[in-house]
């Protein structure tokens, strides 16, 4: 069961439209973490958000911590050829003391010319 | 070049056989992880470390061994390699600075078991 669950599972857009991505739990994060992963490479940290409500943006992607910290989005502003990977997130449980990282099952993006 | 490296990058092997994978980073960490990636289930935690000659299962630990008797090697062995085994294999290490639990990832190392 993932403790995660990230929808949609596959995503393809034109260059230049808009796209989000949903990164839901029934759980509560003290921090909830964003990765791209393009082929044969490994997850590369987009982004750490922590606190209920925050809100990053690194350039075309504005990334949103729910209130409650239980849920995230990521959204991409006129998407590019180069915005294509797969989408993770990851969080850890509060009740794990090792601090673990879960991952969604990821959202595979490609963005066509 | 500082980071974490993966060895190797591909390798095939035969059932039965063992087959180490290994992991090296330059940043000190203390944690180290290795995951497992397969379509439809996502990254998957194999066993972690929070320092050298401290080691745990984690989601999916059997068939695997690791060791760490030093801070920046973490390698891991299959005993005895099986097809379901056949997946992409990914190496972390962590940075922890309060409530942040930023993971850094190797490349990956491609088995596949015939």
């Known amino acids: 069961t993932q403790l995660l669950e990230q929808s949609p599972q596959f995503l393809s857009i034109q260059e230049g439209e808009n796209l989000t991505v949903y990164c839901n739990s029934s759980?509560?994060?003290?921090?909830l973490q964003w990765y791209r992963q393009e082929p044969g490479e490994g997850p590369v940290l987009l982004v750490t958000?922590?606190?209920?409500?925050e809100v990053k943006k690194l350039k075309r992607l504005t990334f949103q911590f729910g209130d409650a910290r239980k849920d995230s989005s990521l959204h991409i502003t006129a998407a590019q050829p180069g915005d294509t990977g797969l989408y993770l997130c990851?969080?850890?449980?509060?009740?794990?003391?090792?601090?673990?990282?879960?991952f969604g099952a990821g959202t595979q993006v490609v963005v066509t010319p | 070049d500082a980071g974490i490296t993966q060895s190797p990058r591909y390798k095939i092997t035969e059932t039965g056989r063992q087959v180490t994978l290994m992991c090296h980073q330059t940043?000190?960490?203390?944690?180290m992880f290795w995951y497992r990636q397969d379509l439809g289930h996502g990254l998957r935690l194999i066993y972690y470390?929070?320092?050298?000659?401290?080691?745990d299962k984690g989601e999916v630990p059997d068939g695997y061994v690791v060791s760490r008797s030093k801070t920046e090697n973490f390698p891991l062995t299959l005993e005895s390699a099986t097809r379901s085994q056949t997946s992409v294999y990914f190496c972390?290490?962590?940075?922890?600075?309060?409530?942040?639990?930023?993971?850094?990832f190797g490349p990956g190392t491609r088995l596949t078991v015939t």
């Open positions: 972390a290490s962590r940075l922890t600075s309060g409530e942040m639990y930023e993971q850094y």
């Open positions: 759980s509560v994060f003290s921090s």
């Open positions: 958000v922590v606190t209920g409500g």
């Open positions: 990851a969080a850890h449980a509060l009740t794990d003391s090792w601090g673990k990282l879960q």
């Open positions: 940043w000190s960490h203390s944690y």
């Open positions: 470390s929070a320092a050298a000659d401290i080691t």
